[in-house]
């Protein structure tokens, strides 16, 4: 296997449109802007949103029908930390209730503290019209949802666990996955994943 042998490629970007997405694998396919340039991206990745900034790990392949992509073998993925990045994301509909009209509203109260206030302090979106507590509770919950994912999927690639054994941790485990596992990697061994002593007693 040459692949293995090849250097790793570094891929730095805004995420502009996904193409697809299986949200019980965690495999994307993904427009990256890699300054100006439009490079697609495929992999096992655990999700990723329009506006969000990433590095990806891999190797360039050429695939027989869809032609030049870039194969992710693991992702770093930020949050959009300018206000123009985090519009982006927000008016993209990744979460419920926030279209491009009502991410304007939230950007230009919040600016750069925009997503804090959703992950934290969600109460303060209903200073807005229209935005009531509940619709504030659903919005911060699917926003820690997702960027739970994808603490996971980014802790499992560090052990060279796949997306899809992170995105069923997650499943079982909830928003503090990461925590359990760190205090104790030996649940890995149970329930849902099994997996083998031996390999977990490496990540341990």
Request: aromatic share 8%; charged share 20%; net charge negative.
């Amino acid at each position: 296997m040459e692949q293995n042998e090849q250097q790793l490629m570094k891929l730095e970007g805004t995420v502009e449109h996904v193409i697809y997405e299986n949200a019980d694998t965690g495999y994307a396919v993904f427009e990256v802007d890699a300054n100006g340039t439009d490079v697609v991206v495929a992999g096992n990745v655990g999700g990723v949103d329009n506006g969000m900034s990433v590095t990806v790990y891999g190797h360039m392949v050429n695939h027989p029908s869809y032609g030049e992509q870039f194969r992710a073998e693991t992702i770093e993925a930020r949050l959009p930390e300018d206000t123009s990045a985090i519009l982006s994301y927000l008016s993209s509909g990744v979460l419920p209730y926030i279209g491009p009209s009502t991410a304007k509203k939230i950007v230009s109260r919040f600016g750069e503290d925009t997503l804090t206030v959703i992950a934290e302090t969600p109460q303060r979106l209903c200073e807005l019209k229209g935005i009531t507590e509940q619709k504030a509770a659903v919005i911060s919950n699917e926003f820690r949802r997702m960027y739970g994912v994808r603490e996971v999927v980014a802790w499992f690639a560090r052990y060279g666990l796949t997306a899809q054994q992170a995105v069923t941790a997650y499943r079982a485990f909830g928003p503090h996955t990461v925590e359990a596992l760190t205090q104790n990697p030996y649940l890995l061994c149970g329930e849902p994943l099994q997996l083998k002593f031996g390999q977990v007693d490496g990540i341990a």
